[in-house]
């Protein structure tokens, strides 16, 4: 009913109009050149009636349509109405996630948000954009990344938010309004130069009606990358309403930017740690840097991780490392001055400025007219979105934060559990409870199963493997450390990539929640530690020291759980117990190894050094020691 | 116009720093000078004839520019595509800032534009060997376009050779070039999509995911009789996954007689393609249909695809009928999924 009021006010105010001034209409085409054409070099999209992924661009109905269906069709997708646009069209958020917003420990989640086609012209944003919430639907049950995303974080994503600039743009998708200050006898150089309204409408649509040749109207509207509180009205254009960057009246005067502002708040705001806004073209990140340099070090490391990602997958998205405290009112300028999280504009391609590779529409072999890097042809646009997905993936998972050890087990070659230890979360904090704590022997045969709260591992084709364009040390590292007769002592355990467990099973049998959530191994207690009494135990403690695929290591004490504040995180310790962004080799596992079992010396003769060495070493050693014992 | 921007192209050679091809060029590899606002480009643009004494960089770029522009790509003398050469490696020296960040952008893309203009010179030049072929002998054009395509010169003067072509000729090319190519080929989907033939109008559709594929889904098959229509689209939606979805739609617009309601409604079951049927019914507006999806929200045995593609039809269909449906199935609890009733409480707030 609200909407039919509203057309029907549009509707009498433009036949109210006093003079409807016609502009001249303007035509791109596949190889005409004219005094009003402009030849591409290609083949222009005009937008597919298609709610499924083609060859080509979907029309925003049919974009729409599909967004609904798959909310409706998955309870891990929920759309939600975030505003309304000035021509009265809803624009929608969806979120990503399980049905409270707690992880499996109970802490409130971590919010990611993407925004899409804040700028009409940019079609490539809102295919990147679907691509992702396709991918996140299709692998909800993969019991890897994307279920530990969905159980563990919410994901807010808002596909189109210029609803009606979009629309004007599919509505006339080869045609355009001369650029400002020219007229039907200027050169089409000049009128090409700064295309307006149609095809290439930038900005949204208040007071603009949808008929192209209306010359009145075509240049209003707000840039809406440029009306948001942190740097507004810094560029002189930004005041000037018939300017492509006009920032409108006040930040946030437009339903478009209020409705990204509700989006945010479905993460909720605070819990926000990465902001994403989706823009073509020139294939780079521009990424804001306010004065917070660990922010600014977490941002450029994460950046690189999107950028080896991108590369991976054939396409090498640059990241472009603004200056400190410089802005101009982007929605990302927004993310990362208010929220102090990683955040950024990515450019999809077309490249632009990279030597040796063709700027714009000459990337696709067409003549690299002004402007044509808006309008990539039909048969890149899928592999477009497939590049860019598993690039935005990392950044979830990365940002998801660390991971800790949830749960360690020792089992004997009987598989008694010996050692058994769980950290118990409480609010922000955890405790390390020890249920089972029986002596173990050196030289004995043990099973070692850890569990980690994320999926650590990345698989393809079921083989493990480095995430597209990371490199990680993909086995873990184990070892026991203590101190005894002597002094310190370290001993590694080997292992290998099989440890990682990609079959269900559980405690001391496979992983526990995710693929590769577990490291289980078989090995021989080193008893090659000097102790002064035969009677007693010595403390051996289980030090474990991995990386998730994401690169990012342990947090080293799990007892304070990891979160982020003012630009960095909180709670994440390196191995030194100092907390800070880097992580470290958590510690905190004593097992007690009977001394009877160990090399007993007299005097305070030391222990050996640390080493590495499997099973047999340790016999050998075992061996060695137990000949010295006897001579004596 | 080209013999002034000659000499001001030698003048200008200075070496540009030499970039990684592993990241665009950065504010820090230009020279203040070199970058140009939106009003400066225009003022200097505006002052190139009152100009007597030698053109600033972004001037002579812009008059560069415009030489290659306004050459003929038909009619190109020797020293035209000397000068043409000589451009294709140019590297801008006047740059603008991109909207959204610190990069600076090349006003004039010289290069690129030269390329094309090169590029499309020597197809025509190819194209009318072919031409000249096809006037002699149709059997030796037909036999030069089965021949493997050299470069991608070669292939696009063949598709312009083609242009003159008759529909049985199309057809002809079609039928003997599908024996050596497949469906992805430029030349057989262009003979395909003028061949005015239905059967390989279908075969291609049946066969190809490409984007043109998808431009002959959309833009040709009206030629033919709706039965024909009908018969292609529902080959492609059960066939096809690629472009099953807006196969879907064309056949919804198709008049009531050729069109089976009960199959759209079948089609509510397919957990890829069942969302684009709801889309589909949502467009004939068919009454039996809406009637059907309503029967399969009911049934206890529906599964949760059917029953969430099922209310999508009632939404897409957006009329009175299917929204008081809707109010209905929500207001006596009728949605047997708890999610979905969400869901279809926030479309009809
Ligand atoms: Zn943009």
């Known amino acids: ?632 | 116009m080209k013999k002034i921007a000659i000499p001001i192209l030698l003048a200008l050679a200075v070496p540009t720093p030499s970039l990684q091809a592993e990241r665009p060029i950065l504010m820090s590899d230009i020279n203040p000078s070199q970058l140009y606002s939106k009003q400066q480009i225009e003022v200097e643009i505006n002052n190139i004839s009152q100009k007597d004494n030698g053109f600033s960089i972004l001037q002579s770029e812009y008059l560069m520019l415009k030489a290659i522009n306004k050459l003929d790509e038909q009619h190109l003398s020797k020293d035209d595509v000397e000068f043409l050469n000589q451009h294709t490696q140019y590297q801008s020296q006047s740059f603008i800032k991109h909207d959204e960040g610190p990069l600076p952008l090349a006003i004039f893309d010289i290069a690129s534009a030269a390329k094309y203009k090169l590029n499309q010179y020597y197809v025509h030049d190819k194209a009318k060997e072919y031409q000249r072929l096809l006037e002699s002998s149709w059997e030796n054009y037909k036999q030069a376009l089965k021949t493997k395509d050299l470069s991608q010169v070669q292939l696009a003067a063949k598709l312009e050779s083609m242009n003159g072509l008759n529909d049985s000729q199309y057809s002809e090319i079609a039928k003997e070039l599908i024996v050596s190519r497949n469906y992805q080929s430029p030349l057989v989907v262009k003979a395909v999509s003028n061949s005015n033939d239905a059967s390989l109008v279908k075969a291609l559709l049946l066969n190809s995911a490409s984007a043109d594929a998808n431009r002959l889904l959309a833009e040709k098959l009206y030629q033919f009789s709706n039965l024909e229509q009908a018969d292609i689209l529902q080959s492609v939606v059960v066939k096809n996954k690629a472009l099953a979805s807006s196969a879907l739609m064309q056949y919804a617009k198709l008049p009531n007689n050729v069109r089976s309601n009960d199959w759209l409604v079948s089609q509510l079951s397919d957990s890829y393609l069942g969302a684009s049927a709801a889309k589909a019914i949502g467009i004939t507006q068919s009454q039996n249909a809406l009637s059907s999806a309503k029967e399969l929200i009911l049934d206890d045995s529906s599964n949760r695809t059917q029953v969430a593609n099922a209310l999508l039809a009632l939404k897409f269909a957006n009329n009175d009928y299917a929204k008081s449906e809707l109010n209905e199935l929500l207001e006596r609890d009728l949605i047997k999924f708890k999610d979905m009733q969400q869901e279809v409480a926030k479309w009809l707030d």
């Open chain 1, 1 to 632: 009913m609200v909407r039919l009021i509203k057309k029907t006010v549009l509707a009498s105010s433009i036949a109210l109009l006093p003079f409807a001034a016609s502009g001249e209409v303007l035509t791109y085409t596949e190889n005409t050149n004219s005094n009003t054409e402009l030849a591409v070099g290609y083949p222009l999209p005009v937008p597919v009636d298609s709610m499924t992924a083609v060859s080509g661009f979907r029309s925003y109905e049919f974009l729409k349509s599909h967004h609904q269906a798959l909310a409706l069709a998955n309870a891990e997708m929920t759309s939600v109405q975030v505003g309304t646009t000035h021509n009265g069209r809803e624009i929608i958020a969806y979120r990503f996630g399980d049905d409270n917003n707690t992880d499996l420990d109970g802490v409130t989640e971590p919010a990611f948000l993407v925004n899409g086609t804040i700028h009409a012209r940019e079609w490539q944003s809102p295919e990147v954009v679907t691509e992702l919430m396709e991918q996140i639907i299709e692998r909800k049950s993969d019991q890897g990344m994307v279920q530990y995303l969905l159980d563990n974080t919410n994901i807010v994503i808002l596909p189109v938010s210029n609803v009606d600039g979009f629309l004007q743009t599919q509505r006339y998708p080869i045609n355009v309004t001369n650029s400002p200050g020219t007229t039907a006898a200027s050169s089409a150089s000049a009128k090409f130069a700064q295309p307006r309204d149609g095809r290439m409408r930038r900005k949204n649509m208040p007071n603009v009606d949808e008929v192209l040749s209306t010359e009145a109207d075509r240049l209003n509207g707000v840039d809406l990358n440029r009306n948001s509180s942190h740097f507004f009205g810094v560029q002189p254009d930004n005041s000037v309403s018939t300017s492509l960057i006009y920032g409108g009246a006040n930040p946030f005067s437009e339903p478009e930017t209020q409705a990204l502002l509700q989006a945010a708040s479905l993460g909720p705001e605070s819990r926000l740690r990465f902001y994403q806004d989706s823009h073509s073209f020139s294939r780079v990140l521009f990424v804001p840097q306010p004065n917070n340099s660990r922010l600014n070090a977490i941002t450029q490391s994460v950046a690189t991780k999107y950028q080896n990602t991108t590369i991976n997958q054939g396409a090498n998205y640059f990241p472009v490392i603004d200056q400190v405290g410089s802005g101009i009112a982007t929605t990302a300028d927004y993310f990362a001055y208010e929220h102090l999280i990683p955040s950024w504009t990515l450019e999809i391609e077309p490249p632009q400025g990279f030597q040796g590779e063709p700027n714009g529409g000459a990337f696709y072999g067409g003549t690299g007219a002004s402007h044509s890097g808006f309008i990539a042809p039909d048969s890149a646009i899928a592999r477009i979105r497939d590049q860019l997905a598993p690039a935005q993936l990392l950044m979830f998972y990365h940002q998801a934060g660390p991971a800790y050890v949830k749960s360690v087990r020792i089992a004997d070659a009987n598989n008694q559990v010996v050692y058994a230890a769980d950290w118990q979360t409480s609010g922000n904090s955890r405790t390390l409870n020890v249920s089972t704590d029986t002596n173990l022997t050196g030289g004995q045969q043990y099973k070692l199963w850890v569990q980690f709260s994320k999926p650590m591992r990345w698989r393809s084709g079921g083989n493990l493997a480095q995430y597209p364009g990371q490199s990680i040390t993909i086995s873990p590292a184990v070892s026991f450390n203590g101190s005894a007769s002597g002094g310190s002592f370290s001993r590694s355990l080997t292992t290998s990539n099989s440890n990682w467990q990609s079959q269900s099973g559980g405690v001391l049998a496979g992983f526990e929640t995710y693929i590769d959530d577990v490291i289980m191994l078989d090995f021989t207690m080193p008893s090659n530690v000097n102790v002064s009494s035969a009677s007693g135990t010595t403390n051996f403690n289980l030090s474990l020291a991995v990386q998730d695929f994401a690169g990012l290591s342990l947090d080293a004490n799990p007892a304070t759980v990891v979160d982020w504040a003012n630009g960095a995180w909180t709670g994440y310790e390196n191995s030194n117990g100092a907390a800070g962004d880097t992580g470290g080799t958590d510690n905190s596992y004593a097992v007690k190894v009977a001394n009877s079992s160990l090399n007993l010396v007299s005097g305070g003769g030391g222990s050996s050094g640390g080493g590495g060495g499997g099973a047999m070493s340790w016999l050998l050693l075992l061996l060695l020691s137990g000949f010295a014992i006897r001579r004596k």
